[in-house]
Nanobody, 122 residues
Framework: QVQLVESGGGLVQPGGSLRLSCAAS????????MGWSRQAPGKERELVAT???????NYADSVKGRFTISRDNAKNTVYLQMNSLKPGDTAVYYC????????????????WGQGTQVTVSS
């Protein structure tokens, strides 16, 4: 069984920074893309950023220039550095791992973490 565990959320003032981490575990052979999405109360989940195994990144327009996604393939971990945070960034942040292949198993699957709350407020 593959698990994704997020950490690093919390309460921060506008203009502040937070760094989210998401570690995947469970006899993982490889992971294709990893990413972060968020869901604010009353709104649909939206994609924030993605990164391929080769390091190619993609960002939502609303976070370009403020957020940076990175990953450590050896640790199966993805990070989201969030700077210049705004109240509109308040949401539950979810990480996901795409096309995860496990040792000794056939095929691949996508997985999601349970989410971590980020609140931007003075």
């Amino acid at each position: 069984q593959v698990q994704l565990v997020e950490s690093g959320g919390g309460l921060v003032q506008p203009g502040g920074s937070l760094r989210l981490s998401c570690a995947a575990s469970g006899s993982i052979f490889s992971i294709d893309a990893m990413g972060w999405s968020r869901q604010a109360p009353g709104k649909e989940r939206e994609l924030v950023a993605t990164i391929t195994s080769g390091g190619i990144t993609n960002y939502a327009d609303s976070v370009k220039g403020r957020f940076t996604i990175s990953r450590d393939n050896a640790k199966n971990t993805v990070y989201l550095q969030m700077n210049s945070l705004k109240p509109g960034d308040t949401a539950v942040y979810y990480c996901n791992a795409e096309k995860v292949r496990r040792f000794g198993a056939l095929g691949w699957y996508d997985y999601w973490g349970q989410g971590t709350q980020v609140t931007v407020s003075s």
